[in-house]
């Protein structure tokens, strides 16, 4: 499993002088949240006999991979950024309502991480422990989840964790139709000592170009 971590040196790092405002001036993290068409790669997926959940982790974590705004974290008090952040997500039961915490071991290529997801779910999905799965959770994971009740317009996440934690949090909800498309609400909650709103917009275009064909990813 990639836990690989790359020191950054405050020293000529270009968000220096950000990083500092940001977390001992004003604290700060924002959230946004948008519509996005998820019509193509929802109907692919189905055509696939796939599940559109495990689709929509792979693509979040594989755009993460490519913005390095979004690895940023602490280790042992060394500021740095992870190759890649392992999904984090809800597990639920339908036969209590409860929820576990779950997550899968990121892959580049999606059918191995379709299989990892695939995998966790069979072996602990029926586990109604807080933590269903029994492995250690790595600690360069990211929080991805989807609220399949609720067609919400905004979503905003109060953290009271870590406050070294610069990893964003991610929210997808109920699907809904809207001028014949299948669209998905989105929101992404990011550490504005690490991204500004120019870098959840390229996150969010790279997003809907990918959700537009997924046939250069699935």
Known sequence: MNTEFHPIDLNTWDRKQYFYYF????????????EVDITSTYN???RANKK?????????????????EFRIAEKDGQLGYYEVLHPTYACFHEDDNTISSMWTEYNSDFETFYRNYIEDQKQYAGNHEIIA??????????MIGMLPWIQFTNYTPISYGNESNFSPVLQAGKFFDKANK???????????????GYHVGLFLKKFQENMNYPEEWI
């Open 23 to 34: 977390t001992k001036m004003l604290p700060t993290r924002y959230s946004l949240s948008v």
């Open 44 to 46: 692919m997926v189905k």
């Open 52 to 68: 559109f959940f495990p689709a929509y982790l792979y693509l979040v974590s594989r755009l993460i991979a490519e913005q390095q």
């Open 133 to 142: 799965k029994p492995d250690v959770m790595p600690d360069n994971n990211c």
């Open 182 to 196: 299948k669209m998905m609400p989105l929101s992404i909650t990011v550490h504005h000592a690490v991204a500004d």
